[in-house]
């Protein structure tokens, strides 16, 4: 055992004593014992900031007495998700409390032992939101009044435990306890209802930084007996304090006494031996929710759609999270996974069938649909059943659920009847019940379309195609799936329909659930591989079953091959049909209409056909399958990198994007060099300054003031925005964005696509940005950039078509490559040629206070280096073929690297870090405009004709497309 007491100097806000005691294994005769009687005991523990790791517990295991039976016992511990920096916990202790001691606990065997944090403190006797509790203040000269986050203490016990190890196999290991003893303080601190832990993760090398936390007591000198979990007040808190007046009023005066009402109902509907539903709920509205989610105990509520739908399904929508928060169903070892259709079925039943008064009508197709659909589909599935084989099935189906012991023979043994009898069923009485709307002759027929399309139109047969199968389009447009700008009066109908005499294939029918399987193991990758989803909108209830599931990338691999081989199925089976060579009567199907091209060489006509394409006509089926294909190919890939298979570069870039990447030499580079340094300025009183002073000389006569930046960004979006929307009219109208400026992140700038239509761009402020900073970013990720590459993605492929699948974006994906080119593109396409150069030194250079010539140089040194553009990808494929070698080879290759970069790319330090995160990603940027600007050339929209520029590339963001399609011959 080591201990190493310390006093804080006197500059801190108390001289409050902190000791830090290490002991190499648990030792209950010498180190501080943890007690289950202290004021932490009923106290409300709350995680604000970060991601808990799924493989360890949650906050409440910080005050359940406990220290772990291991050295390495995750499940009794509270930890963040490795690769991220950590995160913020804050424990509510219900009353002003004097404190006289803070103890933490830690154990791990290794570097998730040390703790590092700073301890917060608030005295007041109200409660606080969730909103007021993250307002964590500044650590230099915070106002110390009683009614303020007052800063504790700062913890760090790397160093102590690193100079006081006892041995290299020790390390950092071990139980670390850390004391702050308030006693002696002064009487600032004499009372507290808050703290909040600002925690750190203990080595930013180490993706597995973040440390095992066991417990937190704190002690104030009384005993406190354990209040049990049931007999503790049910309390809901809103938080709308972002919402309009409005919306404010509505939930006060209408959501508040629903929820306060039906929650204790939704608790005794599913009720469970030895569980008690969470006591305490926070429903907090903000933008950018995509409608509502639940993540725990707490509910994202999205503040544009509830403020649309307040007098309608709002209501409805919280009844449905609240229903989730009762569920709590937990993954445990040994448990089994419930299904999500199931989680969600059940959830709308609640919702639909019991709190709405009249249900809302919902059209289900009894050959097409399944009752794995989820929603409102199983929720429609479960009443039949319900209400003609077994009036509990509802209190049956979550009790096997919450215990972890769902399986599909509960049906038989509840019903006698299996799940798929139970479905052919409740088919066979839709069909009763629509049997003469199916007797219609469709033909010449006006269809009225639901919601979707607010007219009719008229279905004429096409003489040249004379065997429609009329019922598909009746299905396609009677389920809305087609949206109102997608039927024209110059449209036939043959476009949406298939030729009758083919017999597609019958897993052709099941894409949606592959779509939504790929969703799911794509959720689960997310958990192993960091940053793999850059953007998710979807169920909110399939990413927490993610989390949760706490499967092994080898099992999540062995779930991806199967859906890999089940997609190539029917993408070989699509690509038979339209080459006419399917098993089917080849003498009438063998020769497709003109809608639909047997290949996709010619992207002008497929892009042309695609406009007023059907989701489920052969085309877009084949280029659906086609996306799917190789997203789920490059999660396989991802998986095996995470597990150590490091494929070469070549072969890491053609199967994870879909592109092949050129080879690039010194020569190339050296070339640049020479133009580069023909325009760049002297430095003055320094003729023998290097390139590097020069460029950077040359860079700070353009910064912009850090104070200045807001303003001069505001203005680039503003401009930007106007002329993105005159070019594509089509764009959502409540499409909007939000700026955060960010600092210490290893990018310029980031754009998180939050679903609705919304996007959080981040900048990363630091000193010395320059003029054509605000241009580039502002057209990069938002117009028409990432922001509306998401937002017309949303737009078209998930409302229109009904395509989950891209309700998320996989960040190591083909798709990467069309939305980093398209984005990287995106500055030319909003200021084409000198047009950026002149906004920026008419418009913005005055804001920033920035000479116009200074400007014009500027813009000639930045055209002069775009023959750098590809010195990333040089460095990733040099770097990265090193693959798997020693640990003396890659420093070889590091050193090497580096200094060929010091020679040639003055703008660009190498960081092999990145590389080790982000590996091949970099040749998204540079290839992908490639592909875009060579594939718009070759649709004859260059630069010269911008109107058919722009058509294109509107069309080419909204399209299932992958970018080998770019390259075919």
């Known amino acids: 055992m080591v201990s190493s007491p310390y006093v804080f100097s006197s500059t801190d806000i108390s001289a409050q004593r902190v000791t830090i005691e290490r002991f190499d294994a648990v030792s209950p005769d010498t180190m501080p014992q943890v007690v289950t009687d202290d004021a932490a005991t009923n106290a409300s523990f ?5 991601r808990a790791d799924p493989n360890g517990g949650n906050p409440d295991r910080l005050h359940d007495g406990t220290v772990g039976r291991s050295a390495d016992d995750p499940r009794a511990s509270f930890f963040f998700a490795q690769r991220t920096e950590g995160g913020k916990i804050a424990i509510d202790l219900g009353k002003l409390t004097k404190i006289q001691k803070i103890r933490t606990f830690s154990r791990h065997g290794g570097p998730r032992a040390p703790q590092v944090y700073t301890v917060y403190g608030y005295a007041t006797a109200d409660r606080l939101t969730r909103s007021q509790l993250q307002k964590i203040p500044a650590e230099s000269s915070e106002p110390r009044t009683s009614a303020a986050w007052q800063r504790i203490a700062s913890v760090d016990t790397c160093s102590v435990a690193d100079s006081a190890q006892t041995s290299s196999q020790t390390g950092w290991g071990g139980t670390h306890v850390v004391t702050i003893d308030l006693a002696k303080t002064s009487d600032h601190f004499s009372e507290l209802r808050y703290l909040l832990f600002d925690i750190q993760r203990t080595e930013s090398n180490d993706p597995f930084g973040n440390t095992f936390y066991q417990e937190i007591d704190v002690c104030d ?23 309009s007046p409005a919306l404010q009023e509505w939930v006060e005066t209408t959501l508040t006494p629903i929820c306060e009402t039906w929650y204790p109902k939704l608790v005794q509907m599913l009720p469970g031996e030895g569980f008690t539903a969470p006591r305490h709920v926070d429903i907090i509205f903000q933008p950018g929710s995509g409608v509502a989610a639940t993540s725990g105990t707490t509910i994202y509520c999205d503040i544009p759609w509830f403020e649309q739908n307040r007098d309608g399904e709002a209501a409805g929508a919280v009844i449905h999270e609240l229903v989730h928060v009762v569920q709590q169903y937990r993954e445990e070892p040994g448990r089994k996974s419930n299904p999500a259709w199931l989680v969600e079925g059940l959830t709308d039943y609640i919702r639909w069938f019991i709190y709405e008064p009249k249900p809302r009508p919902i059209r289900i197709d009894p050959d097409r649909a399944k009752y794995t659909d989820s929603y409102q589909v199983t929720a429609t599935f479960l009443q039949y059943v319900l209400k003609k084989y077994d009036a509990e099935l509802i209190v049956k189906l979550n009790t096997v659920m919450r215990e972890g012991r769902y399986t599909p023979e509960v049906w038989s043994e509840w019903t006698g009847r299996t799940l798929d009898e139970l479905w052919a069923e409740f088919a066979d009485s839709l069909r009763r019940k629509t049997s003469q709307l199916n007797q219609t002759n469709w033909v010449d027929h006006i ?34 799936a087609v949206g109102a700008d997608t039927l024209s009066a110059g449209v036939d109908a043959s476009y949406y329909a298939m030729p009758a005499e083919v017999e597609y294939p019958e897993e052709a029918k099941t894409l949606d659930q592959l779509a939504e399987r790929f969703l799911k193991l794509a959720l689960e990758t997310g958990e192993h591989v960091p940053d793999f989803v850059d953007a998710y909108y979807g169920p909110s209830t399939w990413r927490t079953l993610a989390k949760e599931a706490n499967r092994t990338p080898e099992a999540i691999e062995t779930d991806t091959r199967q859906l890999l081989s089940a997609i190539r199925a029917i993408r070989q089976q699509l690509d038979l049909i339209a080459s006419g060579n399917s098993t089917a009567d080849t003498a009438t199907s063998g020769s497709s209409p003109s809608c639909e091209p047997n290949d996709f060489s010619d992207l002008a006509a497929l892009l042309s056909m695609l406009e007023h394409a059907s989701p489920r006509s052969l085309p877009m089926l084949r280029l659906r399958v086609l996306f799917l294909e190789k997203q789920t190919l490059a999660m396989l890939v991802c998986l095996r990198i995470q597990q150590g298979d490091l494929p070469a570069f070549d072969a890491e870039i053609r199967e994870i994007y879909d592109i092949t990447a050129p080879a690039y030499s010194d020569e190339q580079f050296d070339t640049a060099l020479r133009q580069l340094e023909a325009v760049l300025p002297q430095v003055p009183d320094s003729p023998e300054a290097t390139l590097a002073q020069r460029y950077q000389f040359a860079a700070t006569q353009v910064a912009i003031p850090v104070e200045k930046y807001d303003a001069v960004f505001q203005k680039a979006i503003k401009v930007a925005r106007q002329k993105c929307r005159e070019k594509i009219p089509n764009l959502p109208e409540n499409e909007s964005f939000e700026v955060e400026y960010v600092h210490g992140v290893p990018w310029g700038a980031y754009a998180w696509y939050q679903g609705n239509y919304r996007t959080k761009i981040q900048v990363n402020l630091s000193d010395g940005l320059p003029i054509s900073s605000p241009v580039g970013l502002a057209t990069h990720e938002g117009y028409p950039g990432h922001h509306v590459y998401y937002s017309l993605v949303e737009q078209q492929l998930v409302h229109r078509f009904g395509w989950l699948e891209h309700s998320m974006m996989v960040l190591y994906s083909p798709q990467a490559v069309l939305a980093e080119g398209a984005a990287t593109l995106a500055p030319e396409m909003a200021f084409p040629g000198e047009e950026a150069m002149r906004f920026e030194r008419d418009q913005l250079a005055p804001i920033a206070g920035i000479a116009p010539e200074a400007v014009e140089q500027w813009y000639r040194i930045n055209q002069a280096a775009r023959g750098f553009r590809a010195i990333g990808v040089e460095q990733a494929r040099r770097y990265l073929l090193a693959g798997n070698a020693s640990k003396e080879e890659k420093e070889r290759r590091i050193a090497e690297i580096s200094e060929w970069t010091r020679q040639h790319s003055f703008r660009n330090s190498f960081n092999p870090n990145f590389l080790d995160t982000y590996r091949s990603y970099i040749a998204t940027y540079t290839i992908g405009e490639d592909l875009l600007s060579q594939q718009l050339e070759k649709l004859n929209a260059g ?7 722009w058509n294109y590339y509107r069309q080419i963001l909204s399209t299932p497309l992958v970018p080998s399609l770019f390259t075919a011959p």
């Open 221 to 243: 000198g009384n005993k406190y007996t354990p209040i049990p979990i049931d007999q503790r007040p049910i309390e809901i808190v809103f938080d709308p304090s972002a919402a």
């Open 447 to 480: 269809v009225p379309v639901e919601r979707t399309c607010p007219v009719g139109y008229a279905v004429r047969e096409n003489p040249s195609f004379p065997s429609v199968a009329l019922v598909d389009l009746r299905n396609v447009l009677v389920n809305a």
């Open 46 to 50: 709350l995680m604000l900031g970060g």
């Open 943 to 949: 630069t010269d004709q911008p109107e058919r520029r």
